[in-house]
Structure formats: C-alpha cells, structure tokens
C-alpha cells in the first residue's frame, strides 16, 4: 500500500460532501469517483505533480477526514477546501421563490466547489453533449479502463489520462467506446491546447475551441472554477425543470433565463436548488432510446 498522507478540515459550516461532489460523479460506475456505503467519498485525478487518490469522510462534529495517495497527494490535500466550496460566496443570493427558500433550508449543506482541473472536466462534458447520460458514462467508463492506470491506493479505479493520452487515442477506440467522430475531434484538438485551459477557464477561451458551445462551457466552469452562475443553455431537461418549479409550466432556454435573470451571480446554485425540490413536470412519452454507435 503507498504511503497515504492524512489531515482533518473543519469547515465551520455545514457542508454535504456527497451533495458538493455529485456532479463530479459520472454515472454509478464511474472510474474516477465513488461513493463508499460508510458515507466516504474516493476521486481520482491527474494533478499538476501526477496521479492521485483523494479518499473523504465526514465527521460526527462537522469535520472531514482527508486522506491521499499517490505524486499528486499534497496537491489534491492542499485543494480540499475549494473542492469542498470553502470558496463558495453567499453573498448577493436570494430566495425570490418558497421553492427556492424552501430548498435551500432543507440543504444547508449544497455548496458549489471547485476541482481546479479544466481538462478534467472538459472530457466528459463534451461526452455527454447531445446524448444519453447513459451513453456518456459508457464513453468514459471504457476510456479510463483502457487508458486510465490504476488510481494510488486505489487499484479498483481509474486515473483520468492526461491530456497528451487522450491526443493519441486512435480512432477505433474511440468507435469501441461509443463515442463518434465529432466528439472524440473536440476532446482531441482541447488536449493540444489543455495548459492554456488551465491557465484561463473563461468562457471566451472555451468556446473559442471548436465543439464547446455556450453549454458545454457552463458545465466546465461548474465543477473546474466553481461557476456558481455558469447556466447549462441548451440542456434537455434544464429549462422544463426550471419552468415547472417556479410556474407550474415547461419554458424553453430564453423563458428559463428570463426566470433565473433575479438570480444573476447565483443561476447555477438556484438550477441546482430547483433539481433537489422534486418538482418535475409529467413525464409524457416513451423515454429515448439508448443509442450505440459503436454498432455503427
């Protein structure tokens, strides 16, 4: 077993970590992230010293247990906090409606966190572009089992490739994983430039690269800098989960910005809030179909 370096983090505020760190999990079978049944959280990433295993437990008094595996330990330790929402600014949010209100009381915990790694959250955003989710997460489960090594201390996970791997995946690994050619074109040209990502996750630079659109950008900026206003425009559910919650009818992408505008700095917290209310409108329709384009 490789050395592991431990710390305790007190936030000083109630902090959910599954809630925090779910949109960081892509899918229940994800290589990279996994949620333990004792309530532990483990991630994997390739941190600017190399791999690393980060393994959290919340605590009985509101602590988290943190330990780490691997080159990148002291990284991932040192980012804890921002991961976490430590960073996370309250100030300026609102509750304009009792679900929002509502919500927010019963999750004290939510905060919107921050990874600190742009590439690692572009690759499976631009997965999940106009697809299934279940047909995303298939793309990335095979990706990291075939190019991913063992995470540190870990062995049963996956360390997401860094970006000169995912530059050199050919064609028909690609094909194997489902994933077509537009997509995999996107991921590639992204890895050639990965550390002008890092140093500047605007939305400009991102959607300057050909493939990442207005939400794609959104979904980067979410989990990598902790966008607590980044909206995902162009989402399938998004603006009908949005209209439901707070009129009692499905919007499309402007009525869903026009509803969110008093929420300006805060429109990505309020979309997260507004999916934890429950509030849903009737499902209508047979569910779409999962596609394999490997079959293709």
Avoid: N
Avoid at 124 to 153: C, I, N, S, T
Avoid at 243 to 264: F, I
Avoid at 269 to 296: I, K
């Amino acid at each position: 077993m490789p050395d592991v370096l431990t710390e305790v983090w007190r936030p000083g505020r109630t902090v959910d970590l599954r809630l925090v760190l779910a949109p960081h999990r892509r899918g229940h079978g994800d290589p990279a992230c996994r949620f333990d049944p004792d309530g532990a959280v483990r991630r994997a990433s390739f941190t600017p010293d190399g791999p690393g295993t980060l393994w959290l437990r919340p605590g009985a008094d509101g602590s988290v247990e943190c330990r780490a595996w691997g080159p990148g330990a002291r990284w991932l330790l040192d980012g804890v906090p921002a991961l976490l929402g430590a960073e996370d600014e309250l100030a300026g949010f609102e509750a304009r409606h009792g679900v929002v209100a509502e919500t927010a009381l019963r999750h004290p915990g939510l905060r919107i966190g921050r990874t600190g790694r742009v590439f690692e959250a572009l690759v499976p955003a631009v997965l999940e572009q106009k697809v299934l989710g279940l047909e995303a997460f298939r793309a990335w489960r095979y990706l990291l089992r075939r190019f991913g090594e063992p995470a540190p201390g870990a062995p049963d996970m996956r360390v997401p490739p860094p970006p000169e791997v995912w530059a050199r995946i050919p064609s028909w690994e690609w094909h194997r994983s489902g994933a077509e050619a537009v997509r995999a074109r996107t991921i590639i040209g992204a890895a050639r430039v990965a550390a002008r990502l890092e140093a500047d996750a605007s939305e400009r630079r991102l959607r300057s690269l050909p493939g990442i659109g207005v939400w794609t950008a959104a979904e980067i900026r979410q989990r990598a800098v902790g966008d607590a206003d980044a909206v995902s425009v162009g989402d399938y559910h998004l603006p009908s989960i949005v209209g439901w919650a707070l009129t009692g009818r499905k919007v499309d992408d402007a009525g869903m910005l026009e509803l969110l505008a008093p929420y300006a700095g805060h429109r990505h917290r309020v979309t997260r809030l507004l999916g934890l209310s429950g509030a849903r409108p009737p499902r209508r329709g047979p569910r779409l179909p999962v596609r394999d384009y490997r079959a293709f």
